[in-house]
C-alpha cells in the first residue's frame, strides 16, 4: 500500500469514530432537553433546547416516520397587529409580539435553504410595522439576498403609500388586497373599513400604483353571509388582478370561534351550496381562483409570528415548535401540510412577475 494511503487510513478512522461520538451526544442532548441542558462542539449550529412537550399522539408518530415535506410556498404571519376589524379575521390580535428583523431574515435564510422558493407577508396587517418598513426590508432581503422567485404580500391596503412602492416595489412581485365587497356598506358591515376612508377607492389608487410600480396586483374576498349574493363579476374584470382568490368563509378555535376567540365568525358562516352558487355566478371571470374550507385547511404553510407551523387540520391552530429553535425539518413535520392538496388546488404557478406577460 503506498505511503500517503497509510497516513490517510488513520484520519479516515478518526473522522469515523468522530462522527459517531456527535452523533450520540447530539441525541444524548435532545433526551435531556427537559432539564434545559444543551451541549456544543465545534461545527456545530447552536439551537436553543426545546421545551418539555405532551406525549405526541399516534398521529404525530406517524408524521415523524413520514419523510419531511418541502416548504415551496410558505405562508409568514409575522404580526397579528391589525387597523381593521374583520368579523371573520382568522389571525386576530392575541399578542403584539414581532421578531426582531435579523431574526426574521435568519428564519427565512432556514426556509430558502430547505427548498422554499414562494414567500408571503400577511398578518394581521404587514404595513402597521414600522409603518411598512419592516415589511419592505423583509421584502428586500428575499429578492436580492435570498434571490427568492416569488415575494408577494397580502393587506387590507389602507396604510400603503406611493412612497413605500418608490423604495421597495422592485423587489415584489405580488402584492394582494383584500376586498370581500364593492359596496361600502357591507365592508363596513364585515368590520373592514376605517373611519371616513373608503376601502373601494383605495383599491383602484393601489391597482393603479401597481402598474405605475410593475407590481403584480392580486385580489382576496372572503365569502360569507353578508356578501354572498353579491355579482362582482364587472369590477373584478374592470381592475383585472392577476388572480381573483375567494376563500369560504372559515371557523378556526380560538380565534373567530370559541371561549376565548377575540372574534365571533358564525353569524358570517354559508354553507358550502352558498359558496358554489357565488362561484357559478362568477364562473365566466377567468383570473377566479376558488379555495374551500376543505382546501384551506391543510394545504398552506402557515408561519406564526414566532415563526412555528400552524396546524389547521382539526378545525384550531395547533403551534409547532420554532424553526428557529428546531430546524424547518422538525418543525414541518407537525404542519398537517398535504403537500398533494397544494399542488391539487393550484397551489404553483407563474408567481414571479419576470415571468408573467403583464401590461404594466
Known amino acids: 500500500m503506498p505511503l500517503g494511503a497509510l497516513v490517510r487510513l488513520p484520519l479516515a478512522l478518526a473522522r469515523a469514530v468522530l462522527a459517531t461520538l456527535r452523533g450520540r451526544l447530539g441525541a444524548l ?8 441542558l ?8 447552536r ?11 399516534p398521529r404525530q408518530e406517524r408524521e415523524w416516520d413520514e419523510p419531511s415535506p418541502t416548504p415551496t410556498s410558505v405562508n409568514y404571519h409575522f404580526t397579528r397587529q391589525c387597523n381593521y376589524k374583520c368579523g371573520f379575521c382568522f389571525h386576530t ?11 426574521a431574515k435568519r428564519g427565512l435564510e432556514m426556509l430558502k435553504e430547505a427548498g422554499m422558493e414562494k414567500i408571503n407577508f400577511s398578518g394581521g396587517e404587514p404595513f402597521l410595522q414600522d409603518r411598512g418598513e419592516f415589511v419592505g426590508q423583509l421584502v428586500q432581503f428575499c429578492k436580492q439576498d435570498l434571490k427568492l422567485p416569488s415575494v408577494s404580500i397580502v393587506s387590507n ?13 422592485e423587489y415584489l412581485d405580488i402584492l394582494a388586497i383584500s376586498c370581500d365587497s364593492f359596496d361600502e356598506n357591507v365592508n363596513v358591515l364585515i368590520g373592514r373599513g376605517q373611519g371616513k376612508k373608503n376601502h373601494v377607492e383605495n383599491l383602484h389608487k393601489l391597482r393603479q400604483w401597481c402598474r ?43 380565534e373567530n370561534t370559541g371561549e376565548d376567540a377575540l372574534r365571533e365568525a358564525e353569524k358570517f358562516v354559508i354553507s358550502d351550496e352558498d359558496f358554489e352558487r357565488f362561484l357559478d355566478r362568477h364562473k365566466d371571470v377567468s383570473c377566479l381562483v376558488p379555495e374551500s374550507n376543505q382546501k384551506m385547511r391543510d394545504s398552506y404553510l402557515i408561519l406564526d409570528e414566532y415563526m412555528r407551523f400552524l396546524n389547521c387540520r382539526n378545525g384550531r391552530k395547533e403551534p409547532s415548535k420554532s424553526i428557529l429553535d428546531v430546524g424547518v425539518e422538525a418543525a414541518i413535520k407537525l404542519s398537517g401540510f398535504d403537500e398533494n392538496m397544494f399542488l391539487k388546488r393550484g397551489g404553483k404557478y407563474v408567481w414571479s412577475k419576470a415571468d408573467m406577460k403583464l401590461d404594466w
Open 47 to 57: 439551537v436553543s433546547a426545546p421545551s418539555p412537550a405532551a406525549p405526541e399522539s
Open 212 to 254: 405605475e410600480y410593475a407590481v403584480a396586483f392580486k385580489i382576496n374576498s372572503v365569502i360569507n353571509r353578508f356578501n354572498v349574493e353579491e355579482d362582482m363579476n364587472e369590477q373584478i374584470k374592470a381592475l383585472n388582478p392577476v388572480r381573483w382568490k375567494v376563500f369560504q368563509c372559515l371557523l378556526i378555535e380560538g
Open 157 to 169: 391596503g389602507s396604510l400603503i403609500r406611493e412612497r413605500w412602492f418608490k423604495k421597495y416595489g
Open 29 to 36: 442532548c435532545w433526551s435531556l432537553s427537559p432539564l434545559s
Open 38 to 45: 444543551s451541549l456544543y462542539l465545534p461545527g456545530w449550529k
Open 93 to 103: 390580535a392575541k399578542t403584539s409580539f414581532v421578531l426582531p428583523l435579523e431574526e
